[in-house]
């Protein structure tokens, strides 16, 4: 692949609009702590179906180079990230699940964790961005390639399973303790972008 082939994958829309949601999820789990659990997991109700569109219509590419990618997401935000969610799910952070390779053939109950499923996700997403965001062409052709490997192999099974249990969180209106959590700022619902996308935008008074 010659480099203006490269130059078109990597800049297209589908390429663009997918780093554009990746973002907006990213940002969507590190300022948890900003709004009630309630409307941290309104937000993933409509970000996760968009995010697993946007990654399967993800081209196929071609790793060019020969070193691994520099790691960005350290084991520390992993675990503030974790805590933050798990602090604002509390009991209903466990979910049972219903598709495990390993188990699928058998009667077996597997627990899972909706705040472990979003950090696995948003590990390898930011990692993603961040390599993106470098302008280098070549880091972010390997970072496509890599990401779209782990969407296929990992993480898109994890989306469609924390979906199925942010879904029940939500019709089943849960009623969240705020005691013991830090009190968040009031936010404004959804970002503009993704009002627009949907058509749900309000007009501001």
């Given at each position: 692949?010659?480099?203006?082939?490269?130059?078109q994958?990597?800049?297209?829309?589908?390429?663009?609009?997918?780093?554009?949601?990746?973002?907006e999820?990213?940002?969507?789990?590190?300022?948890?702590?900003?709004?009630?659990?309630?409307?941290?997991?309104?937000?993933?109700?409509?970000?996760?179906?968009?995010?697993?569109?946007?990654?399967?219509?993800?081209?196929?590419?071609?790793?060019?180079?020969?070193?691994?990618?520099?790691?960005?997401?350290?084991e520390?935000?992993?675990?503030?990230?974790?805590?933050?969610?798990?602090?604002?799910?509390?009991e209903?952070?466990?979910?049972?699940?219903?598709?495990?390779?390993?188990?699928?053939?058998?009667?077996?109950?597997?627990?899972?964790?909706?705040?472990?499923?979003?950090?696995?996700?948003?590990?390898?997403?930011?990692?993603?961005?961040?390599?993106?965001?470098?302008?280098?062409?070549?880091?972010?052709?390997?970072?496509?390639?890599?990401?779209?490997?782990?969407?296929?192999?990992?993480w898109?099974q994890?989306?469609?399973?924390?979906?199925?249990?942010?879904?029940?969180?939500?019709?089943?209106?849960?009623?969240?303790?705020?005691?013991n959590r830090?009190?968040?700022?009031?936010?404004?619902?959804?970002?503009?972008?993704?009002?627009?996308?949907?058509?749900?935008?309000?007009?501001?008074?």
């Amino acid at each position: 692949m010659n480099e203006s082939d490269f130059q078109q994958i990597i800049y297209s829309k589908n390429v663009v609009e997918f780093v554009t949601v990746a973002s907006e999820f990213c940002a969507t789990i590190e300022q948890a702590g900003r709004h009630l659990p309630q409307e941290n997991l309104a937000k993933l109700q409509k970000i996760l179906p968009l995010l697993y569109l946007k990654a399967a219509v993800l081209p196929e590419v071609e790793r060019m180079l020969d070193d691994e990618l520099e790691k960005f997401v350290s084991e520390l935000d992993y675990n503030t990230h974790h805590q933050k969610w798990l602090g604002q799910l509390g009991e209903h952070d466990d979910f049972y699940e219903v598709f495990d390779p390993n188990i699928q053939f058998g009667s077996e109950t597997v627990t899972a964790s909706i705040s472990e499923n979003l950090m696995d996700i948003y590990q390898d997403l930011k990692e993603f961005v961040t390599s993106y965001s470098i302008g280098n062409e070549e880091v972010m052709n390997d970072s496509l390639a890599e990401c779209t490997f782990h969407f296929k192999e990992f993480w898109g099974q994890q989306l469609v399973n924390v979906l199925r249990a942010v879904h029940m969180l939500m019709v089943n209106d849960i009623d969240f303790s705020t005691e013991n959590r830090d009190e968040p700022i009031p936010g404004k619902g959804n970002p503009k972008w993704l009002d627009n996308f949907w058509g749900t935008n309000e007009d501001e008074n």
